[in-house]
């Protein structure tokens, strides 16, 4: 079975700078997906950025990008220049390519709780 | 706002009672997921549903019961409540097709008393 883990609980961010947070996953899969989700005080979830464990390219989206590293099982999410809306729940989590689109539920760490300093 | 929508967005219920859960998921969305998460248990997937026919099991007790119906909302029922079933339940919808992304509600708080 896949697991997926996120060693901090927490962490915490000076507004304006940057910050890493890690997540390792373990599957025995060779195609897959995986995401960092978010989510604010509100508890909706939002998706931040995917993965496709088939490309080498590290996913971007604005201030978000990503270092997959599929050998190590590695997938840390970062945040540049950090604002005071980034202050929430983050979710590293895996989605199985093998059954294609109609099946396939998301696997997700602990979260992180992310807090932004003013 | 993701499309789907959740009902009710808060319950308070008495244990032994039993609670129905509403989703109806996005337009045209085929796949209906299941989300419990609790503090200690984080996010656990509950069920799938594709087109009205049961998909994928997760950590789903036999307490828990769900179904799709014809216009493709969902509905999860929890019986004999617990104290610890206590915790929010979010549905997630996805496209027909192939597709990576799963698009989620915005919960519903259970409070068991």
């Known amino acids: 079975a896949q697991t997926v883990t996120q060693s901090q609980p927490e962490m915490s961010v000076q507004e304006a700078e940057t910050v890493t947070l890690s997540c390792t996953y373990d599957?025995?899969?060779?195609?897959?997906?995986l995401f960092w989700y978010k989510q604010p005080p509100s508890r909706q979830m939002i998706l931040v950025i995917r993965?496709?464990?088939?490309?080498?390219q590290n996913a971007t989206e604005n201030r978000f990008s990503v270092n997959f590293q599929k050998a190590a099982k590695s997938f840390s999410l970062k945040i540049s220049d950090s604002q005071l809306g980034d202050a929430a729940m983050y979710f590293c989590?895996?989605?199985?390519?093998?059954?294609?689109?109609?099946?396939?539920?998301?696997?997700f760490g602990k979260g992180t709780k992310l807090s932004v300093k003013p | 706002d993701s499309g789907v929508t959740q009902t009710p967005k808060h319950l308070i219920t008495a244990t032994g009672q039993r609670v129905t859960l509403r989703c109806s998921p996005r337009?045209?969305?085929?796949?209906v997921y299941w989300y419990q998460q609790s503090l200690d248990q984080g996010l656990q997937f509950l069920i799938q549903y594709y087109n009205g026919e049961e998909r994928a099991k997760g950590n789903i007790l036999e307490r828990f019961s769900a179904q799709q119906f014809p216009d493709l909302h969902s509905e999860l029922n929890l019986s004999s409540l617990e104290l610890g079933d206590s915790a929010l339940y979010f549905c997630?919808?996805?496209?027909?097709?192939?597709?990576?992304?799963?698009?989620f509600g915005q919960g519903t708080r259970l409070t068991v008393v």
């Open positions: 337009s045209g969305d085929l796949s």
């Open positions: 997630a919808s996805s496209p027909r097709g192939f597709t990576t992304e799963a698009f």
């Open positions: 993965q496709e464990a088939y490309k080498q």
């Open positions: 989590a895996y989605r199985s390519a093998l059954y294609g689109g109609s099946q396939g539920n998301l696997i």
């Open positions: 599957t025995s899969e060779s195609d897959y997906y």
